[in-house]
């Protein structure tokens, strides 16, 4: 899925980020201010599900706001992983929330509600 | 391909469609704009996008959009689908 090698330590540290969280968003800015649509958008819909969710602001890094596109050969942000597989960005996850499909991935990682 | 004439340009939207069509010759492909000059919406359908996930639909795409994906364009909503 990626053209990551060891030896570039960007892609190491992104995919040890991916591999790491089984929801993780990037995207511009934070779940509480994001600072583009597109990734408000998508946090939206996210928070919507009730999973819980790692973001990282590739605003804070050019390196991986330039290295995530070379990791999912995407050339866009936000994009959005689950266990360690790119689902897709803003237009996909948009679709795949109206028709059910993102639901149907994120159910089993909801965490049990207490009481 | 090279766009190297085109560093300062926005593609205009008819120019787009016409790269998508030239890359996936069957593609019905319908493009605007949904902001300014340089916010662009795509439909595209071919049957090139049967039996492949979105991601990889949308990769055909900006592959044939090219540069213009990276550098011109600020952002574009994508939508693909095989006939139905």
């Known amino acids: 899925m990626t053209d990551a090698t060891p030896?570039?330590?960007?892609?190491?540290?992104?995919d040890n980020l991916v591999?790491?969280?089984?929801?993780?968003?990037f995207m511009k800015g934070t779940p509480e201010f994001p600072q583009c649509g597109f990734s408000q958008r998508v946090v939206a819909l996210l928070n919507h599900t009730a999973v819980p969710y790692a973001?990282?602001?590739?605003?804070l890094d050019p390196a991986i706001r330039e290295g995530i596109k070379i990791y999912a050969d995407w050339p866009t942000i936000p994009q959005l992983y689950?266990?360690?597989e790119f689902?897709?960005?803003?237009?996909?996850?948009t679709e795949m929330a109206a028709n059910g499909e993102l639901e149907a991935l994120l159910a089993p990682l909801r965490p049990a509600q207490e009481n | 391909m090279t766009h190297a004439n085109l560093d300062t340009s926005i593609p205009k939207?008819?120019?787009l469609a016409e790269l998508v069509r030239r890359y996936i010759p069957d593609a019905r492909v319908e493009v605007g704009l949904f902001s300014g000059d340089d916010h662009f919406e795509m439909r595209v359908i071919s049957a090139a996008f049967e039996g492949k996930t979105r991601v990889a639909q949308h990769k055909m795409v900006y592959a044939a959009l090219g540069d213009h994906m990276r550098k011109r364009v600020h952002a574009l909503a994508l939508t693909t689908s095989a006939p139905q």
């Open chain 1, 87 to 93: 689902i897709g960005g803003c237009d996909i996850i």
């Open chain 1, 82 to 84: 689950i266990k360690g």
């Open chain 1, 7 to 14: 030896s570039d330590p960007i892609q190491q540290g992104i």
């Open chain 1, 19 to 25: 591999k790491a969280n089984e929801v993780v968003l």
């Open chain 1, 55 to 59: 973001a990282v602001n590739v605003l």
């Open chain 2, 13 to 15: 939207p008819e120019q």
